[in-house]
């Protein structure tokens, strides 16, 4: 899911939503139950009426419903939710996995309040015919996010066969199988709908599961938020509310010179349509003066397609070889449509001896890759912006995105910037070792040239003297909400980089409004 829902909007505390590990959430559950009070059955029965209360606004009751239950807690879950959604007349059945695993005290409870006309059947896996025939949809509830090793025996036949049914499929809390907080093997439920317990699971966030995750939802369950609020985290996930905190209202009284100077180095021959976007996304993103460094076959097209900007003339005609006098500038953004010419590397390395804080993108960052020696010359305070495939080129392959969000956070540290990298649920790691994942965005920015609008945004909110960390958050999550807004309008099979900066003021305003 890459825009909050409202019942995500509801439970935000700060400028972000916390992502906690398995053992902090079930001491959150634990903290709820002592100081609410409540007993856990009836925590229990609060998450199964939030779960159908996300149901039935999707699917009616021509439906028929089959739940497949552990008998964990998770389990549990799952009778609940049989027993609500037959007293709502839904057509339900339940099947019961029973393996080795404990049977809980609440799944026991919920077991017994069963009405007597819910077809509850055991779990008996035949490799010749389809266990769950007959359904329309199937919820998952056979484990939960305490899951520490791959399923085994007859529950992954269950997990098998409820991948193999046709119906749709719909995972209470987690999909099983699944690991919360590190790389899944094994067996594992395979949901076209997750619909998590008060906050999102760190698993759900990296390309690797989103076969098993699906689009997921979170549901309020009214866990405490004095808990959330106090327990330490590295990870978060972004919330319009919270992004809205970041952004600086603009004084009556202000000028250009308030709101940054900034040198935007960009563009080669062939290529200068990056270094258009990147320009024209830095000046609706609120820099006070830009300036752009082009070689000399840009100067004709910067000043036809970007009037407001200053141009500044490379000494070389296809080429950026020296940058101008950089004294003037407080923010310098590279990268864009640069090329690796041995004057370019030159140049580049010039830049980074400024001590400016500087947005690298796209052929800069491969130069820092072919020249490691420059990594430890970055300005602290500076951003990267890195794809995959740039990344990989930083700091090598990885097994899993587990192992590539530990890079991250490794290269963040070392070169005392922030790396933001791009993708669905964009990954920003400070180096302080907090990571935040976005929450707008769609895959129509799938396309060439939305990078370079990434640049020209982050390089003229970091020239407005927000910190680095505040530019990659509210420079990301208007990127992704950019284009949302013009995927409402052109779809994502049209959308062009050029769509992104003209719906970035609308961006802006979606931001600031009330």
């Not at 998450?47 to 008998?71: E, H, Y």
């Not at 910190?467 to 909400?481: M, P, R």
């Not at 062009?496 to 900066?501: E, G, M, T």
């Amino acid at each position: 899911m890459h825009l909050t829902s409202t019942s995500l909007r509801k439970i935000v505390t700060s400028f972000v939503l916390k992502i906690l590990t398995t053992q902090q959430i079930k001491a959150l559950d634990a903290y709820t139950i002592q100081h609410t009070p409540i007993n856990s059955i009836d925590l229990m029965e609060r998450a199964c009426l939030a779960f159908v209360q996300w149901f039935v606004q999707r699917f009616d009751a021509s439906k028929k419903v089959g739940i497949i239950c552990g008998t964990g807690n998770n389990g549990g879950d799952g009778l609940g939710i049989a027993r609500i959604l037959n007293d709502w007349g839904y057509w339900v059945s339940v099947w019961i996995v029973r393996g080795p695993g404990k049977v809980s005290e609440d799944f026991k409870i919920n077991f017994d309040r069963l009405d007597k006309r819910i077809k509850v059947s055991d779990f008996v896996f035949s490799a010749s015919t389809e266990a769950f025939t007959g359904r329309d949809i199937l919820i998952d509830a056979v484990f939960g996010s305490g899951l520490s090793r791959p399923a085994e025996g007859i529950y992954a036949q269950a997990i098998q066969a409820i991948n193999s049914s046709k119906a749709v499929r719909i995972a209470v809390d987690i999909p099983s199988g699944l690991f919360a907080d590190g790389h899944s093997t094994g067996t594992i439920v395979n949901a076209d709908f997750t619909v998590s317990f008060h906050l999102p699971k760190l698993a759900f966030l990296f390309g690797e599961n989103h076969s098993h995750v699906g689009e997921w939802h979170v549901v309020d369950i009214g866990l405490l938020k004095s808990f959330i609020r106090e327990v330490k985290t590295s990870y978060y996930y972004l919330t319009r509310k919270g992004v809205k905190k970041i952004l600086k209202p603009r004084s009556t009284f202000a000028h250009k010179g308030d709101y940054g100077k900034a040198l935007l180095i960009a563009g080669s021959y062939g290529k200068m349509g990056a270094c258009v976007l990147a320009a024209r996304a830095s000046l609706r993103a609120g820099v006070g003066l830009l300036t752009v460094h082009v070689p000399k076959v840009g100067y004709a097209i910067l000043q036809s397609t970007v009037p407001e900007a200053m141009v500044s003339v490379d000494v070389n005609n296809e080429i950026f070889s020296a940058a101008p006098s950089l004294d003037s500038f407080d923010v310098i953004g590279i990268g864009p449509g640069l090329g690796f010419a041995k004057e370019t590397i030159h140049g580049f390395k010039k830049i980074l001896e400024s001590g400016k804080p500087l947005v690298i993108d796209a052929d800069a960052l491969n130069m820092l890759s072919s020249h490691r020696e420059l990594l430890q010359t970055i300005p602290e305070g500076s951003i990267l912006t890195p794809h995959p495939k740039e990344f990989e080129r930083l700091v090598g392959m990885w097994k899993d995105d587990f192992e590539r969000l530990e890079k991250q956070i490794q290269l963040a540290k070392e070169t005392k910037a922030v790396i933001i990298l791009k993708g669905a649920h964009t990954s920003i790691a400070t180096p302080k070792g907090e990571v935040y994942f976005n929450s707008t965005g769609n895959p129509g920015m799938a396309t060439g040239g939305s990078g370079d609008v990434l640049t020209g945004i982050l390089t003229a909110l970091l020239a407005q003297k927000y910190s680095a960390e505040k530019t990659a958050i509210l420079g990301v999550y208007l990127h992704g909400l950019t284009g949302d807004l013009a995927a409402m309008e052109k779809g994502t099979n049209s959308l062009i980089a050029s769509d992104l900066v003209d719906f970035l003021s609308y961006a802006f305003k979606e931001l600031a409004r009330d």
